[in-house]
């Protein structure tokens, strides 16, 4: 049983390219969480997702990011024309339902680097 | 006011003392509770769930206070190793979404 997995650990992109983060959640979970890590900074909630809809994403700037999480597939996080300023760690995190089941696992993240 | 609040510290502490933080919470629909622990650059990672009744797992204990609505963590004989962000997080009924709070910082001091 596989934990979260996120891919790629490492990703270099030039300013202005896309990003494009993946993230597997567990078996079995329909909630996914993405969340941002500044150097030196604590994490900072982006987007959570349920299967196919957007539940808030308030933590998401309005513009150049959007997050998927389709029917069948990994969910997607997507950064067009970044800048250096993303340049972070990219934590994503899944959880469940039901009794003793609704804590979340992370997956060791993607750290973007904008060069 | 946030749903989930913690002091972001840090909490500098001499090893070997005991720390205590807390993390309210403003959802009294909120019906489960953790507390998550990160180190540098790392993924977080689950510490403890919070029980009604109180839990303990060796030198942690969690704490819950469901009349003033807020979690506790104490950490006993602390280690160096103990040094990390504890995040709270709790988990509202209504939809199983989980709310997370900022993190404490602790530095334990040699």
């Known amino acids: 049983n596989a934990g979260v997995m996120q891919n790629p650990r490492h990703l270099v992109r030039r300013r202005g390219q896309e990003a494009r983060l993946r993230c597997s959640p567990m078996k079995g979970h329909s909630h996914v969480y993405w969340y941002r890590q500044l150097p030196e900074e604590g994490l900072k909630f982006m987007v959570y997702?349920?299967?196919?809809?957007?539940?808030?994403e308030s933590g998401m700037p309005k513009e150049r990011f959007s997050a998927e999480f389709p029917k069948e597939g990994p969910s997607i996080l997507r950064i067009q024309q970044v800048v250096r300023g993303d340049s972070a760690a990219y934590f994503c995190?899944?959880?469940?339902?039901?009794?003793?089941?609704?804590?979340?696992?992370f997956g060791q993240g993607t750290r973007l680097t904008v060069v | 006011r946030k749903e989930v609040e913690q002091d972001p510290g840090p909490f500098n502490v001499p090893e070997g003392a005991t720390v205590a933080f807390n993390c309210t919470y403003s959802?009294?629909?909120?019906?489960?509770f953790f507390w998550y622990r990160q180190d540098c650059r790392k993924e977080p990672k689950l510490l403890m769930s919070?029980?009604?009744?109180?839990n303990e797992d060796g030198r942690f204990t969690a704490q819950l206070n469901r009349a003033s609505q807020y979690i506790s963590l104490l950490i006993r004989d602390s280690k160096l190793s103990d040094s990390a962000t504890y995040l709270c997080v709790v988990n509202i009924r209504r939809n199983y979404q989980l709310i997370w709070g900022a993190g404490t910082k602790l530095i334990i001091k040699p």
């Open positions: 959802n009294s629909a909120s019906q489960s």
């Open positions: 995190a899944s959880s469940g339902e039901g009794q003793g089941r609704t804590e979340a696992f």
């Open positions: 919070v029980y009604s009744s109180g």
């Open positions: 997702l349920q299967k196919e809809n957007i539940i808030d």
